[in-house]
């Protein structure tokens, strides 16, 4: 059964920076491709970036030129680095594969606000 743990969030200013961790188990993580996915109040899930197995990433509009997303296929860690945050990033962010797996970690939650 496929384990997924994020970290990383917190409460930042607008402008701010944050990494977020995933700790993935129980799955070939190397032979899949993962993404960042993130909810907010009120709103559907949507992907933020994905990471191919081989490191060809892409990303959301709204946050192209401000995140990164990287992988470490020895640890089984998939990272998202945001930079200038905006209010508008406030949301709980899951990390997953990029097509989801049948379970979702918890999230961690990212707050955006002065």
């Known amino acids: 059964q496929v384990q997924l743990v994020e970290s990383g969030g917190g409460l930042v200013l607008p402008g701010g920076s944050l990494r977020l961790s995933c700790a993935a188990s129980g799955t070939m993580f190397r032979l899949n491709d993962m993404a960042w996915y993130r909810q907010a109040p009120g709103k559907q899930r949507e992907l933020v970036a994905a990471i191919t197995r081989g490191g060809s990433t892409n990303y959301a509009d709204s946050v192209k030129g401000r995140f990164t997303i990287s992988r470490d296929n020895v640890k089984d860690m998939v990272y998202l680095q945001m930079n200038s945050l905006k209010p508008e990033d406030t949301a709980v962010y899951y990390c997953?594969?990029?097509?989801?797996?049948?379970?979702w970690g918890q999230g961690t939650q990212v707050t955006v606000s002065s």
């Open positions: 997953n594969g990029r097509i989801p797996f049948g379970s």
